[in-house]
């Protein structure tokens, strides 16, 4: 079944401990994205990637890292969480735009992130 | 630039009527534009999508929409709303030739019984 995975789906963490949430997609899209979402705000975009390597800012990269060493896979760490993190954050993946592809993207599931 | 807006946070219609969830988008070159439906405590689902070649489009579970380039606009409709449409909606944006996505504030739609 084509995915886009995401975990974990659920957690709460303290202030400054180092995270990963990891985002794998088996649709052999080449773009990948990380968005946030906050009530009143819609989704905004964090990170995104346009292949292996190819990694750019969105519109709210602050306290966000993001690697992209496989096709498939695309991590997005804080290094040091901040309550001003806590959200609920959704991977995303697309094929690349062409004129014949409008790049529709495909959505994980969310995970829920609480940092006290 | 792009840009899109969602014109109401909220809309309640009864069941068995109609549906119009409203969308403004600004956009620099030709626009690539989505309305995506999001269940409580689910993913983001796609709905449907304009892709210029042809202004009225449609979509899953009976939504349409209608890319109007003289008004920017790009409005969602449903003949007859059903208690399963509850949902948020999201109006997105994303210029041909770029990777961005401009996502909308959402539309909550309620469905009264």
């Known amino acids: 079944e084509a995915q886009v995975t995401q975990n974990p789906r659920y957690l709460i963490t303290v202030t400054g401990k180092k995270l990963t949430v990891t985002c794998s997609q088996n649709?052999?899209?080449?773009?990948m994205s990380w968005y946030r979402q906050d009530p009143g705000l819609g989704l905004r975009q964090i990170y995104y990637s346009m292949n292996v390597e190819v990694t750019d800012k969105g519109d709210v990269p602050e306290g966000y890292k993001v690697s992209r060493k496989e096709k498939r896979n695309f991590p997005l760490i804080l290094e040091s969480p901040s309550p001003n993190q806590t959200s609920l954050y959704f991977c995303?993946?697309?094929?690349?735009?062409?004129?014949?592809?409008?790049?529709?993207?495909?959505f994980g599931e969310g995970s829920r992130l609480t940092v006290l | 630039a792009q840009s899109v807006t969602q014109l109401d946070s909220h809309v309640s219609v009864s069941e068995g009527t109609p549906v119009l969830l409203r969308c403004n988008y600004s956009s620099s070159y030709s626009p690539s534009l989505f309305w995506y439906v999001q269940h409580p405590n689910k993913g983001l689902q796609l709905l449907l999508k304009y892709t210029s070649a042809a202004t009225l489009v449609k979509g899953i579970n009976g939504f349409e929409a209608e890319f109007k380039k003289s008004e920017t606009s790009f409005h969602l409709t449903k003949p007859s709303a059903h208690m399963s449409d509850a949902a948020e909606y999201f109006c997105v944006v994303s210029d041909r030739g770029t990777y961005k996505y401009i996502f909308g504030t959402g539309t909550r739609l309620k469905v009264l019984a």
């Open positions: 649709m052999n899209h080449e773009y």
């Open positions: 995303a993946s697309s094929l690349s735009k062409t004129l014949a592809n409008t790049g529709e993207l495909f």
